[in-house]
């Protein structure tokens, strides 16, 4: 049969809009924790990218110079959502450098130092505890491990 326009202008039945909320609202509160999580793992990439790129122009400094002393890291820049500083002043032969989350990556702390070596020194609560002296590598998600 024709569809009457007064059929059309009855509307939805306020059960079935109940429920059709309820259920995209159930999906939006499953998905959201995931979503965070991809997010902080995009934050922690950018971080380990710039202390990457840090390295490399301390690398540069000493090609040109033969020494780290005074070399690039030895003032702050903030990259995404991280800081990086390098954590006591570079000597001629020696430097790590340190970058400090905010935002989505509060709480990581990871540096890099003159030979290659990656540590984790901190991560937020709820994703463990670091041991002494931080993991022998960059934690790039909840639960792993070096």
């Known amino acids: 049969p024709l569809t ?7 509307g939805v039945p306020l059960l079935e809009l109940v429920v059709a909320l309820a259920a995209r609202g159930g ?3 499953a998905a959201y924790p995931s979503y965070r999580s991809q997010m902080q793992r995009a934050r ?5 990218n710039a202390l990457a790129d840090s390295r490399a122009r301390m690398e540069q400094y000493f090609l040109n110079n033969r020494s780290y002393a005074s070399g690039p890291c030895g ?3 903030t990259v995404g ?3 990086l500083v390098c954590s006591t002043a570079p ?17 990581f702390v990871f540096t890099i130092d003159e030979k290659g070596t990656q540590r984790t020194t901190g991560v937020p609560s709820g994703w463990g505890t ?4 931080g993991y022998p590598c960059w934690i790039r998600r909840q639960g792993d491990s070096c």
């Open 27 to 29: 999906l939006a509160a």
């Open 75 to 77: 003032t702050s820049e």
């Open 81 to 83: 959502a991280f800081t």
């Open 130 to 133: 670091v041991p002494t002296g």
């Open 44 to 48: 922690i990439g950018e971080g380990m």
């Open 4 to 10: 009457t326009r007064s059929h059309l202008l009855r």
């Open 91 to 107: 000597t001629a032969t020696a430097y790590t450098i340190t970058a400090t989350g905010s935002a989505l990556a509060n709480g």
